[in-house]
T-cell receptor, first 114, second 111 residues
Framework: GENVEQHPSTLSVQEGDSAVIKCTYS??????FPWYKQELGKRPQLIID?????GEKKDQRIAVTLNKTAKHFSLHITETQPEDSAVYFC?????????????FGKGTLLTVNP | SQTIHQWPATLVQPVGSPLSLECTVE??????LYWYRQAAGRGLQLLFY??????ISSEVPQNLSASRPQDRQFILSSKKLLLSDSGFYLC??????????FGSGTRLTVV
């Protein structure tokens, strides 16, 4: 089945700095890669996603890049703010390119220090 | 618009008691439905998923079961809870290869 590795597990940055979280996946047939943000005690919420026919996508301070050849994708947050502090999860579609089952990384705890 | 409802929000149950968590989705038909658990730490563990009424796939053999009696209803059950069943349970739905939308979660403490 699909395997998603996420790094780092924790990340601490100063307010205003950039943060980068990286994920690799194993199934070359995977074609959908979402990122979720989970604040303490709350549900994960989709913040950005990318499909395999696109190399980069940006939404204000958040961007995601995808390298299909290397099977890795990354989340970039610029000009970080304290409210960006949360756990971030990457995910990829399941084995065989199944478009209904996501495999999640283990999460990155991002702390933005004022 | 689509909404997902999950209840209860918190639950404290004794070891050996039964469990029933319910999740319903509004505003869509034939959604894919999922149950996840988040135990100590941050990982999201897929427990069950369903692509249609009566169709349940189990990802991790354990003390839990799931049912989908109606198109937009997904139920997580246990006949006898274990201490290790404590955690944050999340229901989610998706459709057409899009990302998941999660419910607000149930925090279960087994004592």
């Amino acid at each position: 089945g699909e395997n998603v590795e996420q790094h780092p597990s924790t990340l601490s940055v100063q307010e205003g700095d950039s943060a980068v979280i990286k994920c690799t996946y194993s199934d070359s047939a995977s074609n959908y890669f979402p990122w979720y943000k989970q604040e303490l005690g709350k549900r994960p919420q989709l913040i950005i996603d990318i499909r395999s026919n696109v190399g980069e996508k940006k939404d204000q301070r958040i961007a995601v890049t995808l390298n299909k050849t290397a099977k890795h994708f990354s989340l970039h947050i610029t000009e970080t703010q304290p409210e960006d502090s949360a756990v971030y999860f990457c995910a990829a579609t399941g084995s065989g390119g199944s478009n209904y089952k996501l495999t999640f990384g283990k999460g990155t705890l991002l702390t933005v220090n004022p | 618009s689509q909404t997902i409802h999950q209840w209860p929000a918190t639950l404290v149950q004794p070891v050996g008691s039964p469990l029933s968590l319910e999740c319903t989705v509004e505003g869509t038909s034939n959604p894919n439905l999922y149950w996840y658990r988040q135990a100590a730490g941050r990982g999201l563990q897929l427990l069950f998923y369903s692509v249609g009424i009566g169709q349940i796939s189990s990802e991790v053999p354990q003390n839990l079961s799931a049912s989908r009696p109606q198109d937009r209803q997904f139920i997580l059950s246990s006949k006898k809870l274990l201490l290790s069943d404590s955690g944050f349970y999340l229901c989610a739905w998706s459709q057409g290869g899009d990302g998941y939308t999660f419910g607000s979660g149930t925090r279960l403490t087994v004592v």
